[in-house]
């Protein structure tokens, strides 16, 4: 092969690499601007704080386009993935890889984003499927409950030297003739939060752990695990609804 030839396809693979499209949003985890790893002991409230497991499932994916409309997003089935939901995050007592990366279809433009929007949760009809015979990650044991209530939507847990913490958030009030069984109608408190953001040009989503838990003071005692008549999780659920600077997610270009 001669030399012309050789030319012609490197300028032909480089081209098709430079127009290929962005495919996926990186999620970043931080903790008073500290990003969030395992083993990784981080300054809050006084105090060294561990994560040991922090994972959520977003659900109901939609993006804004250039035109102004609203579009359901199809999602790359993958391990951390179905076509409509993703598990993101870490569980640092196992031996799986953390995952903080939404991946879509591949006729999806993420460069064309001007906001997502999407649910932390999963929608009743796929919540209380049972997890034996689902496909990962509907099927991770540590991020259910019970048939009855389902899924734990999103799944904290922070330990420090002198104490622990940790928030499980999902649906409550689900009606069943037994907590092995599946309810028939939505639960009375659903518990999906919707979150919109705006996408920059760093197509990089923030996940703030520090706006999540503001005006709480982390002890055992503060703990939430989804009930409604709890102060602690009246407050975290008054956090997963805030906006600006307060928003539990934002895009990267606000920092």
Known sequence: MNKTVWLLLAFLLNAC???KQPTSLVFVPVLEHNIIKCNKAIMFQEG??????LQFFISNVEMLNKVGKWNSIPLMVTPEQTSTAALLGVNCLS???PNWQLT???NINVSEMKKIRFAVGLPF?????NPLTQKSPLNDSSM????QTGHKFARIEMQSNS???LFHLGSTGCKSPSVMRTPHQACLYPNLFTQEISIGTSKTIIFDLSSLI???TLTMESSCQSKHTNKYCQQLFSNLTASGKHAIFREKSHE
Request: no cysteine.
């Open 17 to 19: 690499s430079e127009n």
């Open 48 to 53: 060294e704080w561990l994560i040991t497991q």
């Open 95 to 97: 031996k799986a890889q």
């Open 104 to 106: 879509f279809s591949d």
């Open 125 to 129: 009809e796929v919540n209380h499927l």
């Open 144 to 147: 259910f409950w019970v048939w």
């Open 163 to 165: 104490d622990n913490w």
């Open 214 to 216: 503001a005006k709480l």
